[in-house]
């Protein structure tokens, strides 16, 4: 079983930025995709975006054009770079690799 972390998340302005990183506790993690995902309050969890192992990427359309998913294997970490960010975009965030999960990150876009 792989454990995942999630970190990154905070407060932004609308239209800013951030950065979400999911550090994986076993190389394992590099051979397989990896999945983000979020759940804002009283709405189901949706699908943000997956990244290969051979770093191909496919995002949601809420968020293409906007997100960037990358991965450093030497480090076991996947990143979710946010750019342009919305209101609507306020969730907690989460990766995902097959049944593991991690505790989540909340992201919070407000002025």
């Known amino acids: 079983q792989v454990q995942l972390v999630e970190s990154g998340g905070g407060l932004v302005q609308p239209g800013g930025s951030l950065r979400l990183s999911c550090a994986a506790s076993r190389s394992i993690f590099r051979l397989y995709a990896v999945g983000w995902y979020r759940q804002a309050p009283g709405k189901q969890r949706e699908f943000v975006g997956t990244?290969?192992?051979?770093?191909?990427?496919n995002y949601a359309d809420s968020v293409k054009g906007r997100f960037t998913i990358s991965r450093d294997n030497a480090k076991n970490t996947v990143y979710l770079q946010m750019y342009s960010l919305k209101p609507e975009d306020t969730a907690v965030y989460y990766c995902?690799?097959?049944?593991?999960w991690g505790q989540g990150t909340q992201v919070t876009v407000s002025s």
């Open positions: 990244i290969t192992s051979g770093g191909n990427t």
């Open positions: 995902n690799q097959a049944s593991n």
